[in-house]
């Protein structure tokens, strides 16, 4: 063995929760090792400059859900700046009938909507009055039609489910893909009724950070995990990490592994997995079989992201956050993000700039169509959707994600059982990333101060 070492933690992948639990474990002033298969940290999040554009490959924006994500961007501060999108980002709009509708965003536009049927606008003043459900593997459709009625289901939370996993709501279960709503119909009988409460009960300080706000950050996510990648130092950095395997040992963990050929060794007493579900197996292989293969067996979204930028745009007005395609309208793209229209300098002035998603679970096909056929679909539905009669970009550019988004299905309670089950059986070992607790940049982050906390307070008695 060539190089031997030892640290207080070893974190698997570079992405955002690993980078975020590491840098809050060296601010805590613990030891800790970041592995990374890839020649950069970052994941999938990365920024490009070109021509006067800034765009990202990967995800584009956040939701400050949690408390947490703010708090970072304030630990940050000097290295990294919050951008919350202009007051635009609230605007979504809704393909039906071959015309775009705003989503409705208070009483008098609900009722004015033709995106809902009347049956459903008089039905939802019954809402408050239904029983809770009783089945806790309930689907989003399920729920949204028991409650509120198809038309809510195919024009606001079919699209909406579109935008956020890319995933079919008669297959997503309420309960582990929105955790939120399954328990403000469980906590108080009602959306409405729910939504009434929560607004009339007092927020801390602290909870006060969640304003539900999308966010980016100066420049771009990149600017994000560049920041947390410097704050933790290229000394407790390894890229080029290839074909890492963990094993227990008494004083903890050993990870071999390679990098640039030569075999190296890690040893720690706490480790932390942050890798896509499909390679935990490979990392962990001590675990017994049938565990783990309920992590592997997770299933994902495939996407292709269209990255189009225009120095002059002569199409219709861009004035929200995007455009949703509903699945019952047959189009061939999810939904179009204005990213442009409100966020700063992300184009030239009096240009756009888009990103275009085509697949999702349920076309699969469509992700992963030739680059051709992809040009053909984004120029067709941009015509057509979005006015532009020369829908040629001054630049064009196509990322593609095979396994693009987690998708939390009834098989996420065997998932996070048998993931208690492993970490009960080996002491100091962590399960993380996208695999459990939310799939969002604020859910990744809360998960990741939370593991970095617990394992600091831990290393402490040692």
Not at 17 to 42: F, H, I, M, Q
């Amino acid at each position: 063995m060539e190089n031997k070492r030892s640290t207080g933690v070893i974190i698997v992948g570079a992405g955002l929760t690993g980078l975020t639990a590491a840098w809050y474990l060296k601010s805590k002033g613990c030891d800790v090792v970041v592995l990374e298969k890839n020649s950069r940290p970052g994941g999938v999040i990365q920024t490009f400059s070109e021509d006067g554009f800034i765009y990202e490959a990967g995800p584009n924006t956040g939701v400050l859900s949690h408390p947490e994500a703010a708090e970072l961007f304030e630990d940050l501060a000097g290295r990294c700046r919050l951008e919350t999108a202009d007051a635009r980002a609230k605007r979504r709009l809704i393909w039906k009938s071959g015309r775009w509708h705003a989503l409705p965003n208070g009483l008098l536009s609900a009722v004015k909507t033709p995106l809902f049927t009347a049956r459903d606008k008089l039905r939802i003043l019954g809402e408050p009055f239904r029983r809770k459900g009783q089945d806790p593997f309930e689907s989003v459709a399920g729920l949204v039609k028991r409650r509120l009625g198809k038309s809510y289901l195919d024009f606001a939370v079919d699209p909406f489910i579109s935008g956020i996993y890319a995933g079919d709501p008669e297959k997503l279960v309420t309960r582990y893909a929105l955790p939120k709503l399954y328990a403000l119909e469980q906590n108080y009988g009602s959306f409405i009724r729910g939504a009434v409460r929560k607004m009339s009960e007092t927020a801390d300080e602290r909870q006060k950070k969640a304003t539900r706000e999308v966010f980016s950050a100066g420049g771009g996510l990149a600017s994000l995990t560049a920041a947390l990648a410097d704050g933790i130092g290229s000394d407790r950095m390894i890229l080029n990490a290839e074909n890492v395997k963990v094993k227990p040992a008494k004083s903890g963990f050993i990870a071999d592994f390679m990098v640039d050929g030569r075999s190296c060794r890690l040893e720690a007493p706490f480790v932390v997995s942050t890798i896509d579900s499909m390679h935990v197996p490979g990392l962990f292989p001590f675990i017994d079989g049938r565990e783990v293969s309920k992590l592997a067996s997770l299933e994902y979204a495939a996407v292709t992201q269209v990255v189009m930028g225009y120095r002059k745009w002569r199409g219709m007005s861009l004035n929200a956050f995007g455009g949703l395609v509903p699945s019952v309208e047959r189009r061939d793209i999810l939904g179009v993000l204005f990213t442009s229209s409100f966020l700063k300098n992300r184009a030239p002035d009096g240009g756009a700039l888009l990103s275009v998603f085509i697949g999702g679970y349920r076309r699969r096909e469509l992700a992963e169509a030739d680059d051709d056929h992809i040009r053909t679909i984004v120029y067709d539905e941009v015509r057509q959707m979005l006015g532009l009669k020369h829908p040629e970009p001054d630049i064009f550019r196509i990322f593609r994600y095979p396994r693009a988004i987690p998708q939390y299905f009834r098989s996420s309670k065997e998932r996070l059982e048998a993931i208690e089950r492993i970490e009960d059986s080996y002491s100091g070992l962590t399960i993380a990333g996208a695999i459990r607790d939310g799939i969002g940049m604020a859910d990744r982050i809360r998960q990741a101060k939370a593991i970095a906390g617990s394992i600091a307070e831990k290393l402490t008695k040692l």
